[in-house]
Structures are given as C-alpha cells and as structure tokens.
C-alpha cells in the first residue's frame, strides 16, 4: 500500500513541475555570457556594499570627500538619478496601466518592475550617504517636521515604493483592476515624492544655483525623459537576453514611448536654455556657477555629456530611427542614461561650489570650490548599478520576460488592429 | 459722444506740496533704502538695520531674551582667542569650527590694508536649517531664538550644512551629529553665565553678546540707530540673521 502511494507521489511530481522548479529551469542551459554579464553585476553590487559598510566603519569623513563646504557629492546625485528613473518608469508604465492607453501596454509590466528595481538602488546608495540611517527609521517617525521637503520625500517615496510593489504583485497575479489602483496610487505618490526632491533643492534659499520654484517642475519632466531611455533602452537589452525577436505589439510600443522620449528631451532642452538664460540676470553667485558650467572645469561635462550625449545626439538618434530603427533607439537611450547620469552630478556639485562668503571678497574664498569623488565613494556608485544590473537580469528570468497576459495581449493586438484599419480607410 | 469738460476749477492739485505727511516720508525713506542698497550693496540703507532682524510683521523680537551679537568689524586683530576659547568651553574638534575669523585683503585701500571678520552662526530668525531638517534634530528655541540641535535626531544627511547661508555646521564625527555654534546655550547661558565664551576671551572687545529685546543692551542701542552704519552678511539670503556687524 505504502510502496503504491510513493509510485503515485513520484509520478505527480514528474508530471506537475512546481513554480520553482520552472524558474530554476530557465537559467539553466544560458549561454555564458549571460552567466559571466550577471557575475559582473552581482559582483560590482557586492563591492559597493563592502565599500559603503567599509567608509560606514572608518567613517564617512575619512572615506569620502566630501567636505563642510561641499557636503553633497556623487552619492547625493546617483540617488537623485536613480529616483528620477524609478519616478520616470513609474510614469511611462502608468500611461498603459493605469491611464489605459493600450499601445504602453505591451512595455508596463517591466517599467514597474525597474521602477522598484532603481528605488531600491537609489536607497541603497542614500543608505551610504546618511551618516546615521538607523536614527532616520526612528525620528522620521517620532519627530517629524512637515515643514521639510527631506521628510516628505523620504516618506512619499517610501510610499511609492510600497504601491509599486503592490502593484507589481497584483499584475503578477493577474488581478488589473486593483494592480490599477495601486499603480494610480504610485503615481500619485511619486510625483509627490518626486516634487519634494526637487524642492530639497529649490527650497534653498541660501543657494542661489538651486532656489526658485523651477527645480520641482524641472524634476518632473525630467523623470519623464529618464523613464523614456531607460524602458527603451531595458525593452532592446531584455529581448537580447532571452534571444527573442520584438513583436508587433512590442515595436509598436517602443515606438510610441520614443516619440514621448523625444517630447521630453524638448521640453528639458528647453528648461535648460531658460534656466541659462534667466541665471545670468541673477545674484552674483549664480551667474558664477553658470559660467563654471559654460565655460569652466564643468564645460565638458555640460557641453559634451549632458548636451551631447544626454540631449541632442539622442534626439537626432531617436528622430532618425522613426521610432522603428531598434538598434538606432537602444544607443540612443544608452547614450541618453550616461548623459543624464552627469546631469545629475552636475545639478548638485555645481550648486556647492559658490562657497557661502564668496562674495565678501575674503582670502579663504576667494576660489570657488572643488569636489571630486574618492574610490570609495566611486564603489558604492557601481554598487548602486550593479544591484540594478543584477535584479534586472534576474528579474527577465524569474518574471518570464515580463510578458503579457494572454487576455491583454488579445485586447492590445485588437486595438492596434483597429488602428490600421482606421489608417488604411483614412488613407483610401 | 461729446468729450465730457474739464473742471478747472474743482481740479485736484498734483504738486508734491499737497501729497500727505505719510505719503512723503514713505517717498523718502525709499529713496534712502535705495541709496543705500546702490552704495556697494553690503550696506543695506540709511535706516535702521532692525528691519533685516524682524521675525515678523507683527512682533519685532517674538524671543525674550532675543540673543544676538554685535561684532565690531575693525576691532579683530585675529588674535584667535575666541575661536581658542570656543573650542576648549564646547567641546570642538580639530577638523571643525562654530566660529573663525575671515580675512579680507584690499590692497588698493589707503593705510590699512586688511581687515578680520568673525563669523558664527547668525541664529536666523528664518533659518532654512530648521526648515529643511527632516527630523527637527535642529530647531529654533521658542525661548531664546537661539537654534539648536538636538544631536540624537540628527541623521547626517546633511541638508541644513547645504542650506546654512553661512557656512555654520559641520559634521561632528565624535558626536555624530551636525555641530554648531548655540551661543554658548548648553555650556554657559543655562548655567547662568551671561555672555558666550568667545565674548568674553576677545581682548578688543570685538563681540558684543546681548539682548535684542532688552532696550538698553549695547546691541539694542547700535541696531537701532541711524548714525552709524551696521549691516548683516548676506541679507539678501532672506534668512533674517542676528549677528550684526559695524565698525567703531
């Protein structure tokens, strides 16, 4: 009797794989470079663990460089660049998921799944900034102060963080109309969050570079052009990794979300040129810090990297590919994530360099100042990119693909169905 | 349409004669803030520099005692025994400051050639540290107007050394905590000593501790007169700042 029951548990298991065993079942049998790419990144993620937890022993002030007078460095603006993609992801998959334009679709699910993936990146990061991040969990509860965009922001995009997930956990269980709500109430709150980091810098009002209400709106359609390059760029690199082609519905997506990603990088260019502009009729401070910009140490870094590789070569790029030349629209979006890394970094060094007392003429100030980032500072950086790297690879396998569910996948093919259909009788 | 007469006769006079008191004295006060704002901008106007102090509309000085300082700008000799007396009364360690001596060199200036200014946290009376901080570790004291910390909430992120129009803080790595000058509260003013540390070791009398709402403190007399010239560093900043500096 016995011997029958464990035959017939035997056969069950052969013949009913559990959920595990098919997700074990997709790594195995990879090419090596898929092994070696996911190595590099675990590995990039686990020195910046050991770097941040190393400078967190001998301390900060020791292992990092930045200073009394420049207290903001690198980690500072790589967590403002990993939020503004996460926000901007959040954005670009909410237009399919949440605002049902059906031709998004096809690209949401892997857009919430990044926006998670780059939030927790940005905090691992912040984690190495913060000198004391245990007492935050503590007094951001007990004692908070509303009148600070720091609390708001930490606390939206924690928040955030938490309906992203939802969100992410309902759309895995095919349950859309409450992943709906959740994705609405990620939105909101991340736009909300996404403000109030803009805001830590335009609130300032002892830094002329940052203060005025242009930060928060400028950190919004920021995070759009982010979003953009990042699904464009993940969409490309994760049909590469699973060996697949792109679809109608895929392209037709891909194509959409281009001619967004170009809407944004107008507007930013735009903001840019203004923002220039309207500093040098300002205080005395800013007018120095734009010329830093313009034609000082940061001229390369604004005039190459963030004009050029983060605006206008991506732009052409992504006219010149009519939203349909992939290859054209991955490098692009590559291109446009390098330059926007910078524009971050600049956006925050540039607005310390002006020292306080720079304008009282005195010999301790009379240079601006400088900072650039130690090695380990530099670590915890790639930490952040390899725990992105890293999730996101793993996170192609464990999800499959993140494809559509048969149901959508149906409701998307009809749509764009109809949409030819509509064309082709427009054009008769 | 028939254009309507004019009334000569019942017309108003626009001559300046005929503009009210309040309406003339309002003209001229503005012509003085803006001579004195074209005057190499450091020196705000004419007028008393209280207003650059006020909390708000309603209440000049809402803090009792209102501390502030006065510095005599061409008294320093940058002799360094304030800055030696801060450091040994609070506790401050070598690689950070509450209060230094800048020096300013103009060498194209008739005889004297270089001048000293202290400076020290200005105790804003609208201070962008206490806005930013997320965990009001830092806060202005209801009291005294001095700002604060309170060095177990502070979580290092930094916000209000980025914030500080004045350079005042710094991260203190044995206390881990932000640091900064609190006009000697914790280590003398509550123990019942009247003056700061630095106050009291300057042999120029270069810094004057008083009480802003207390009209007959020397800094009361000097804020409020018109005769001499008393300015704040970086008004235009809007953080309201209470460390005043004149020369005499």
Known sequence: MAEHATKTQEVAEIAIPTKWDIVISRFTGLSKSFYLILGLFALMAVAGIVAGLHAMYIGFNHAYNVTREVPWGILISTYVFFVVTSTGLCLVSSIGHVFGVKDFMPIAKRSVFLSIVTIIAGFTVIFFEIENPFRMAIYNVISPNLTSNIWWMGTLYGAYLFFMILEFIFLQLDKHKIATYAGFMGVVSGIAAHSNLGAVFGMLHGREFWYGPYMPIYFIASAMMSGCATILFFTYLAHRVNSEGIDKLVARALEVTTKVGILAICIIMFFTAWKIITGFVGAEGKREALMVLLTGKYAFNFWLLEVGAGMVIPLIMYILSKGRNMKMIFAGSALMIFGIFFMRYDLVVVGQIVPAYYELGVSEYELLLSYFPSIHEILVVLGGIGIVGTTFLLGEKIFNAHRVEEHEHEAVASHLEALETAKTEASR | ?248
């Open chain 2, 1 to 248: 349409m028939i254009p309507k007469k004019l009334d000569f006769e019942n017309l108003k006079i626009e001559s300046p004669d005929s503009l009210p008191k309040m309406e003339r004295r309002k003209f001229l006060k503005m012509g003085f803030a803006v001579t004195g704002l074209l005057a190499g901008g450091k020196i705000l106007s004419l007028l008393s520099i209280a207003d650059e102090s006020f909390a708000s509309s309603k209440e000049q000085y809402p803090y009792k005692p209102h501390y502030s300082m006065l510095i005599y700008q061409n008294r320093c000799i940058d002799c360094e025994l304030c800055m030696e007396a801060c450091v040994k009364t609070n506790n401050v360690p070598s690689y950070g400051y509450r209060t230094t001596i800048l020096k300013r060199k103009v060498p194209k200036a008739v005889e004297q050639q270089v001048e000293f200014i202290p400076i020290l946290c200005n105790q804003c009376n609208r201070p962008p540290c206490v806005t930013g901080c997320p965990t009001k570790a830092t806060y202005k004291d209801k009291q005294n107007g001095i700002v604060m910390m309170n060095y177990k909430k502070c979580i290092g992120c930094k916000t209000c050394m980025t914030a500080c129009p004045y350079n005042a803080r710094y991260y203190n790595e044995e206390i881990h905590s932000v640091d900064k000058c609190d006009f000697c509260f914790a280590s003398r003013l509550s123990k019942g000593i009247a003056t700061t540390a630095c106050a009291e070791a300057c042999p120029a009398k270069v810094r004057i501790f008083g009480d802003l709402a207390d009209s007959g403190s020397e800094v009361y007399r000097m804020v409020h007169q018109v005769e001499k010239t008393v300015w704040v560093i970086r008004p235009e900043s809007g953080a309201a700042p209470n460390i005043f500096y004149t020369r005499g």
